[in-house]
Nanobody
Framework: QVQLVESGGGLVQAGGSLRLSCAASERTFETNHMGWFRQAPGKERQFVAAINWSGRTTSYVSSVKGRFTISRDNAKNTVYLQMNSLKPEDTAVYYC???????????????WGQGTQVTVSS
C-alpha cells in the first residue's frame, strides 16, 4: 500500500504562485509514474499533469500549459507541482496519484492522496 501525502495548498491572489508537494511512502517511488488531478466543487475530477518515472516525459491539460510545471525528486520520494499565474478557475482540491503503468491523463492510477485545497481569489 502506497501512501501519498500532499502539502503546499493555501489561499493566494490571482497571478500568484504556489508549489504543491506530494511525498510517497513507497521505497520504489522511482519506478512509479505520478500524476496531479484537481476537483472543484460540483465538478468532476480533472487531470492536471503527469510525469513518468524518470521525469523525461510530462503531460499537461491545455488550460495549465505554460503556467504549471510538474517535476520529481526520486531521492526524496516527492513529486511537485509548481503553479504560476494562478487564476480563480484553478481553485480546487488537488490530488496526487501514482501508478506502476503509464496512464497519463487517465484516472486509472493505483493510489491517491487525500488532497490539498488551493483557493485563488480574484
Amino acid at each position: 500500500q502506497v501512501q501519498l501525502v500532499e502539502s503546499g495548498g493555501g489561499l493566494v491572489q490571482a497571478g500568484g504562485s504556489l508549489r504543491l508537494s506530494c511525498a510517497a511512502s513507497e521505497r520504489t517511488f522511482e519506478t512509479n509514474h505520478m500524476g496531479w488531478f484537481r476537483q472543484a466543487p460540483g465538478k468532476e475530477r480533472q487531470f492536471v499533469a503527469a510525469i513518468n518515472w524518470s521525469g523525461r516525459t510530462t503531460s499537461y491539460v491545455s488550460s495549465v500549459k505554460g503556467r504549471f510545471t510538474i517535476s520529481r525528486d526520486n531521492a526524496k520520494n516527492t513529486v511537485y507541482l509548481q503553479m504560476n499565474s494562478l487564476k480563480p478557475e484553478d481553485t480546487a482540491v488537488y490530488y496526487c496519484a501514482c501508478s506502476r503503468e503509464w496512464v497519463g491523463s487517465e484516472a486509472r492510477y493505483d493510489y491517491w492522496g487525500q488532497g490539498t485545497q488551493v483557493t485563488v481569489s480574484s
